[in-house]
């Protein structure tokens, strides 16, 4: 019963790639082999469409549609690379690749903008022109004007559903990670002639192909009553060896998620369903305990509709992703409150984060690690001293000395303020510098307690550590002048000592809501700073319309 087992669909082969892990693209060979084997179609002696276009039709065509008019020179050397003959339109019917793209594209409307849904105008003019049988009505150009929408749709379609939906600068969605466009004239070469292996031209981070088994498996039980389970009257949490009535509905439930194999009414708490609800909070980033309170109940019944559109949202996301990324990365997931380190693509490392609050959020940004700072002293940044410093001094005149701080500079109105080393430095022991425009870096915190809470979203927006001396340990861990004894010497000596690194580690600090985890479970967090729904209001028609998506 697939609709039970979420899990278990989204394992790629024998192996589950974790969040940041890349996969190498396709082998040049398979490409070239690809390529010559498109090419010998191209150029075989027989003509493979009796039907020609001229640069005529191609002026006329786009005279009269406007709309396509960007992407007039590909369609241009698309026909001019296959002599001009047509590629979806066999004498009067379409072509099994144009049915192939066809289908291809009736999968994904609900993804687009309202301005931009793709194969709407496809749709419509198929309507009006195919007969019976798929056959071209018997107008004058009707087959040349299915012909070139059909290839001016293509273009649409596949800048958007494999370079994303949304064409706009990400620096307005507050993503500043590099995006890479993907070429997709090989892929409608390849459609044309028949090749249907389109997957070296999906995105190629394997979350990607995760994710969209997720949203085929949450399919089929979206659309059905979802509705609120309560906590009995005057229960403030169920957990083992209680009884009530709502226990069975979680049962259930936890069983449609995939948490629970085998499903079951019982309304005795047992073991197995301990077990079952532990597994939910970890899939969802809540204290893994195996009681059942308001927050495991606030996720429980989040409908699967509403988690459909969080995996779509997140899937646009990983088409910004660049196709290569560094096999040796630290990844920060903003939403998941986790450092991840990956070394050869596999991650070593994992620790907890405290990243910033709503007011001072963390930037979604890449650069690399190049600096780590023993014992750092820490410039207060103006805002805070203006909002927080000022005023503590006006109530208290010995606020600076307590906290181990002194001017350096400034005016009175406004002085720079700086926190010597020691045990109370706002930066801890030790911090990570890879040099930015955000002032944003990674460090050691006083503030241990904080990685205790579920929602850990406190700083001023640069990344706390939960291990810092690990993380310092293991950037140094080929260096001899560093070994462990000196590192914890050095994070304790009370003076300031910066130590480049041999080799710059690439970090990332991204956001995603959704993902699946290194044992194939669908994972989902908190939409921290509001981006989901910014991003959704610019994707979906409606906040619902996701319910016949299968991308």
Not at 42 to 71: G, I, K, N, Q
Not at 124 to 135: F, H, I, P, T, V
Not at 316 to 336: A, G, M
Not at 472 to 479: H, I, S
């Amino acid at each position: 019963m697939v609709a039970g087992r979420l899990a278990g669909v989204v394992v790629a082969a024998s192996v589950l790639v974790p969040l940041a892990q890349c996969v190498s693209p396709p082998e040049p060979t398979t490409l070239v082999a690809q390529g010559v084997a498109i090419a010998e179609v191209f150029e075989t002696a027989e003509p493979y469409s009796a039907r020609t276009l001229d640069s005529l039709d191609l002026a006329v065509f786009f005279t009269a549609h406007p709309e396509y008019s960007s992407d007039s020179a590909l369609v241009a050397d698309f026909y001019g690379r296959r002599g001009m003959q047509f590629a979806w339109v066999v004498n009067d019917s379409l072509s099994a690749s144009a049915e192939a793209f066809m289908a291809l594209t009736g999968v994904a409307d609900a993804l687009a903008p309202p301005s931009a849904a793709p194969g709407r105008a496809l749709s419509a003019l198929l309507q009006e022109s195919l007969g019976e049988g798929g056959r071209i009505g018997l107008c004058d150009g009707c087959d040349t004007e299915v012909e070139l929408r059909l290839t001016a749709e293509f273009f649409r379609f596949a800048d958007r559903n494999y370079n994303g939906y949304l064409s706009r600068d990400l620096r307005d969605l507050n993503w500043f990670v590099p995006r890479t466009k993907k070429n997709v004239e090989g892929l409608i070469d390849s459609l044309a002639v028949g090749q249907m292996d389109l997957s070296p031209y999906e995105p190629i981070h394997p979350q990607y192909q995760l994710l969209k088994a997720a949203v085929q498996a949450t399919r089929e039980i979206s659309g059905a009553p979802w509705p609120a389970l309560e906590l009995p009257s005057g229960t403030r949490v169920l957990g083992a060896g209680d009884s009530a009535g709502v226990v069975g509905s979680i049962r259930h439930r936890l069983h449609l998620l995939g948490d629970l194999e085998v499903d079951g009414t019982g309304e005795r708490f047992d073991s197995t369903l301990v077990r079952a609800v532990q597994t939910f909070q970890e899939r969802h980033g809540l204290l893994r305990d195996g009681v059942v309170g308001p927050n495991v109940l606030r996720e429980i019944n989040i409908p699967p509709d509403a988690r459909l559109r969080t995996m779509l949202i997140n899937m646009e996301r990983l088409r910004w992703v660049p196709e290569r990324q560094s096999p040796n990365l630290l990844l920060v997931n903003i939403p998941e409150y986790r450092l991840h380190v990956y070394e050869a693509d596999v991650e070593v490392m994992s620790m907890e984060v405290v990243v910033g609050a709503q007011a001072t959020r963390t930037v979604i940004f890449s650069d690399s690690v190049s600096h780590v700072v023993f014992s750092p002293t820490w410039t207060v940044p103006a805002s805070i001293t203006r909002n927080e410093i000022l005023p503590a001094m006006q109530r208290d005149p010995n606020y600076l000395r307590d906290r181990n701080m002194e001017v350096i500079g400034g005016t009175e109105a406004l002085p720079i303020v700086r926190q010597n080393p020691g045990p109370g430095n706002a930066l801890g022991r030790v911090k990570f510098i890879f040099p930015n425009s955000y002032s944003i870096y990674m460090h050691d915190t006083p503030s241990v307690r904080l990685f205790e809470a579920e929602r850990r979203a406190f700083s001023h927006g640069c990344i706390r550590l939960s291990r810092p001396r690990e993380l310092a340990e293991y950037l140094l861990r080929d260096d001899p002048v560093w070994p462990p004894d000196r590192i914890e010497q050095a994070m304790n000596g009370g003076r300031e000592i910066f130590v480049p690194l041999a080799e710059k580690r690439p970090v990332v600090i991204v956001y995603f809501t959704a993902w699946v985890d290194t044992e194939g479970r669908l994972n989902f967090r908190d939409d921290v700073y509001g981006h989901d729904e910014r991003l959704a209001s610019e994707l979906f028609l409606a906040p619902d319309a996701v319910a016949a998506v299968a991308p």
